[in-house]
């Protein structure tokens, strides 16, 4: 596969919706536009310790109340795997507030190098017409030459949780 077709899978928009009061690990596989498996979006939960909800489910659609949850925003794929966590505070409003994104991680297999990685958070308290959104950045080089940044995100409105790749 020539650099300029892997680069393309990368650049490809991929999202996922999945609802927070779930409190399971959620899933789904991405595919490009000739059907071949490109990788695994996902969120899942960091429970409390002494927890026995640790059972996978499918999607399924639940409000989440008010309150505190973190999460593990996740890209999985054969040459990028990716995650970071937020924690997330849905006020008595309803709107969510992403009160912090840390703790990014990445193994990435050649032909890739990552040259650097960081995360930021865009908006940090959901408006009623904007989401709440936070990013983990990484600028990729090729053994073909080029540099490119990709990002996964995490995006919070109506308490429904969003992500996906750019």
Not at 97 to 106: E, H, L, S, V
């Amino acid at each position: 596969m020539k650099a300029t077709e892997e680069h393309n899978d990368f650049l490809r928009v991929s999202q996922a919706q999945f609802h927070l009061s779930l409190l399971k690990r959620q899933e789904q596989k991405i595919y490009n536009e000739n059907g071949e498996y490109v990788g695994t979006l996902g969120i899942e939960p960091v429970l409390s310790a002494g927890s026995n909800d640790n059972i996978m489910s499918a999607l399924a659609s639940y409000k989440v109340g008010t309150g505190n949850s973190t999460w593990k925003i996740y890209w999985y794929s054969g040459t990028v795997n990716y995650h970071f966590y937020v924690d997330i505070n849905i006020s008595s409003t309803g709107l969510a507030t992403i009160t912090r994104a840390y703790n990014g991680w990445y193994f990435i297999t050649p032909p890739y190098t990552v040259k650097k990685d960081w995360i930021s958070i865009l908006r940090k308290t959901e408006t009623y017409t904007l989401p709440a959104e936070a990013r983990y950045h990484l600028t990729l080089n090729s053994i073909w030459g080029g540099e490119w940044t990709i990002y996964l995100y995490a995006r919070v409105k109506d308490q429904t949780l969003y992500t996906g790749t750019n």
